[in-house]
């Protein structure tokens, strides 16, 4: 129910503000509400409300259309807000219409080009227009998706879209997947999964007993995974500083002497953390000789895939990473090299009963449905919006051949970046490229700052930082649905010149 300003401000005028008991819903208004009647007459849809939405439309596509030419930086950083929207609230309203008008003068300044096809920093996907395009009907739809019962088309588009990404990742189509806000809660709630299981193998129901007094679960992480993971085991309780950091090699990967010897010394069966897709090198663990190992000692293999699990969708490429369809679990992002809107990516797990037993949180007042797929099962949050909804738009749009020819060509823009740079004096290629991400150094630290730092000033494309192997990095993320060659050429360029210009 929508607070229309002007009727607000007529509703203050009425002078008996006690409410009525009008029989039906007897008993739920008591007393006086000041400035509140009952007799509003409200509609669910007013005509400000509907140029509100007309206009966010209209604004939405016309900030798309003007990605290829505008900055690739924000024009204001956090101080340039001050002001503009830390006001306290407003006491009246303000109409629909002008709210949205407002917002977009206001905000434009400081937004940044994270869907433009020359953003190259972090891991960012570009959120393909399809996808934000169903994002605007899943607002407006305002399904929650918790239940089949309730909102039965999500449930089963969503169902579709685990259906279609299991084939895509080449992963058992018989996976438990819960669809989830990214990666990082991708990984807590694989990890959560692994560790009731475990610790039910040992004969302990967490769920019941909770971890104090449990059995210890030994945990072995490579010593270059993302951050998130080990987030995730501090979340579920096993602690970091409990976790063994396996030695890596130069791209990151896991090295099999240092798996084998901390697997020799486990006095249960691990949890064991792999990566597909380092996020400095894009490279893969070896997934054929490391899986098979930790099964043998009774072991689960989680695998974050964040980005790097979508190169099984390249049939040429997915040699890469054989072997990864026989860890336990895995997490990976929609929202990242899908192209997905925030906030989806997936979590899914060989082990369905495994998931759902962590997962669900069902009360007495859901139906039973026995065997039905039910959304919630699978994922941390009963109310939730229909976020695998933008994903199948995608995936319908792409089809299977769009997927592979999107991968394929970002991995061959890596490697074609990798190539036009080595040869320039000043610049280094860190890493081999394994995919889709590459690890730049410019002499020394000093220096690759202030490279990294002319080139996003200039604003023409935007690489980001990191640290690989105790240097300052620019890291390049090819990611975006829309990058092409030009665009990388133009990177190239801007390194190029940025390079000449500081040295
Ligand atoms: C991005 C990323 C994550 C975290 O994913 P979010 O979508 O940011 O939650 C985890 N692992 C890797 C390798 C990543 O690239």
């Known amino acids: ?45 007013d005509a400000d409300e509907r140029q509100a939405m007309e206009a966010a439309a209209r604004h939405a596509i016309a900030y798309r259309g003007r990605l290829a030419d505008a900055p ?9 807000l001050a002001g503009r929207f830390d006001a306290p609230l407003p006491a009246k309203g303000e109409e629909a219409l002008s709210v949205i008008e407002n917002l977009v003068a206001e905000a434009s300044e400081g937004l940044h080009a994270h869907t433009s096809p020359r953003f190259f920093g972090y891991v960012c996907g570009g959120s393909m227009p399809v996808g934000a395009a169903a994002d605007f009907l899943v607002t407006a739809w305002g399904q929650n998706s918790a239940s089949s019962w309730e909102s039965p088309s999500v449930a089963a588009i969503e169902q579709t879209v685990c259906r279609w990404c299991l084939d895509l990742l080449g992963l058992p189509p018989d996976c438990g997947v819960g669809i989830v806000t990214g990666a990082t809660v991708a990984n807590i709630q694989a990890i959560i999964a692994a560790r009731d299981a475990l610790l039910a193998r040992q004969g302990w129901d967490v769920g019941a007993r909770g971890l104090f007094g449990a059995p210890e679960i030994p945990v072995l992480i490579g010593a270059e995974a993302h951050s998130a993971p080990v987030a995730g085991l501090r979340y579920a309780g096993l602690g970091i500083g409990q976790a063994l950091r396996l030695e890596t090699d130069g791209e990151g990967r896991v090295h099999l002497a240092a798996l084998e010897a901390a697997l020799a010394g486990c006095n249960g069966p691990p949890l064991v953390v792999l990566q597909a897709g380092q996020i400095n090198t894009g490279a893969f663990d070896p997934f054929a000789e490391a899986i098979p190992m930790v099964r043998e000692r009774g072991g689960w293999v989680h695998v974050d895939g964040a980005f790097g699990l979508w190169v099984h969708a390249v049939p040429e490429l997915r040699g890469r990473l054989a072997g990864v369809d026989a860890a336990d679990s895995w997490a990976v992002d929609l929202h990242k090299w899908l192209n997905a809107p925030y906030d989806s990516g997936l979590c899914i797990v060989r082990d369905r009963a495994a998931l759902v037993d962590a997962m669900t949180a069902r009360g007495a007042y859901l139906p039973d449905l026995g065997e ?34 999107m991968i394929a060509r970002h991995c061959a823009l890596a490697a074609y970046l990798a190539e036009t740079l080595s040869p320039e004096p000043g610049i280094e290629i860190l890493n081999e490229i394994a995919s889709n991400q590459v690890a730049i150094a410019c002499g020394n630290d000093d220096l690759t700052s202030r490279v990294l730092e002319r080139v996003q000033t200039n604003g023409k494309v935007y690489p980001s930082h990191g640290v690989w192997r105790g240097r300052r990095i620019i890291r390049v993320s090819i990611i975006n649905h829309a990058t092409d060659r030009d665009d990388i050429d133009l990177l190239a360029d801007e390194l190029r010149t940025a390079v000449r210009q500081e040295a």
Do not use: N
């Not at 002007?6 to 006086?32: H, K, N, Q, Y």
């Not at 690739?72 to 340039?80: C, D, H, I, T």
């Not at 797929?373 to 299977?400: F, K, M, N, Q």
């Open 1 to 45: 129910m929508s607070m229309k300003p002007d009727r607000v401000e007529a509703s203050r005028t009425v002078d008996a503000p006690f409410i009525e008991d009008r029989g039906g819903r007897s008993g739920e208004v008591t007393g006086t509400t000041p400035g509140l009647s009952l007799d509003q007459d409200l509609e669910p849809l």
């Open 72 to 80: 690739a930086v924000p024009q204001v950083r956090p101080a340039g």
């Open 372 to 405: 039905t797929w039910e959304p919630s099962d699978s994922t941390l949050e009963l109310s939730r919006r229909a976020r695998g909804v933008p994903s199948y738009a995608i995936l319908r749009h792409l089809g299977a051949d769009g997927v592979r020819t």
